[in-house]
């Protein structure tokens, strides 16, 4: 089955430093998306890209979707402590199916 | 607008025994969604329906797992007998409609426990 290589598995940050983060797959996705999962929670939706090469914003956080389709990456610009937690990405096609990484654990120091 | 509900929130039981997963998605939402989070992994996609129909069930082990959704709106998920690798947390998600996969919305999840 389809399987993304998502990197690196943690990150540990001081407050206000940059943060940069991808997902790698063997197979050709039409969208991707990034989430982010607090303790106890499921996933939300931060950032989706459509089109391949495309680059998208929300807020401090900057995603792009790879020009061969088969990654994307997602930047966390001047972190602050609320941005600790688990960042997923995920592949999905036109079916609707979505196929996850193992995810990036975020920890910011103060 | 309510999110996504789910229950229990917690359970723990013994291997072999049966347990259900409740699910009632967003209001209107056509499409529902089952997922397996295992410790330290993503989630992984279990079973997904369109309305009361499954679209996509590959990836659920149909020897010990079954869900349904008679009317189209709620979900049950069901292990019988369970087993100690079937600890994980089980999310619901719902989206508008398959074709609006990055809509989907998830639940707070039920965290299994097989001892």
């Known amino acids: 089955g389809q399987q993304l290589n998502q990197s690196p598995q943690s990150m540990f940050i001081q407050e206000g430093e940059d943060v940069s983060m991808n997902c790698t797959s063997s197979?050709?996705?039409?969208?991707w998306l990034w989430y982010k999962q607090d303790p106890g929670e499921g996933p939300v939706l931060l950032i989706a890209?459509?089109?391949?090469?495309e680059l998208t914003s929300n807020g401090r956080l900057t995603a792009q979707f790879g020009i061969t389709r088969k990654d994307s990456f997602l930047n966390i610009s001047a972190s602050i402590p609320s941005d600790v937690g688990i960042y997923f990405c995920?592949?999905?096609?036109?079916?609707?199916?979505?196929?996850f990484g193992d995810g990036t654990t975020l920890t910011v120091k103060p | 607008e309510a999110g996504v509900a789910q229950s229990p929130r917690y359970k723990i039981i013994e291997k072999r025994q049966s347990v259900a997963f409740w699910c009632n998605p967003i209001s209107g939402h056509a499409t529902l969604y089952w997922y397996q989070q295992i410790l330290g992994q993503g989630p992984k996609l279990l079973i997904q329906?369109?309305?009361?129909?499954?679209?996509?069930d590959s990836q659920l082990p149909k020897d010990r797992f079954s869900a349904e959704r008679l009317k189209g709106v709620d979900s049950t998920l069901k292990i019988q007998p369970a087993k100690l690798e079937d600890s994980a947390v089980y999310l619901c998600?719902?989206?508008?409609?398959?074709?609006?996969?990055?809509?989907?919305?998830f639940g707070q999840g039920t965290r299994l426990t097989v001892v």
């Open positions: 998600a719902s989206s508008l409609a398959i074709w609006r996969t990055v809509e989907a919305f």
């Open positions: 197979s050709i996705f039409n969208t």
């Open positions: 995920a592949g999905a096609s036109n079916a609707g199916k979505s196929t």
């Open positions: 890209l459509y089109k391949a090469g």
């Open positions: 329906f369109q309305n009361n129909g499954v679209v996509d």
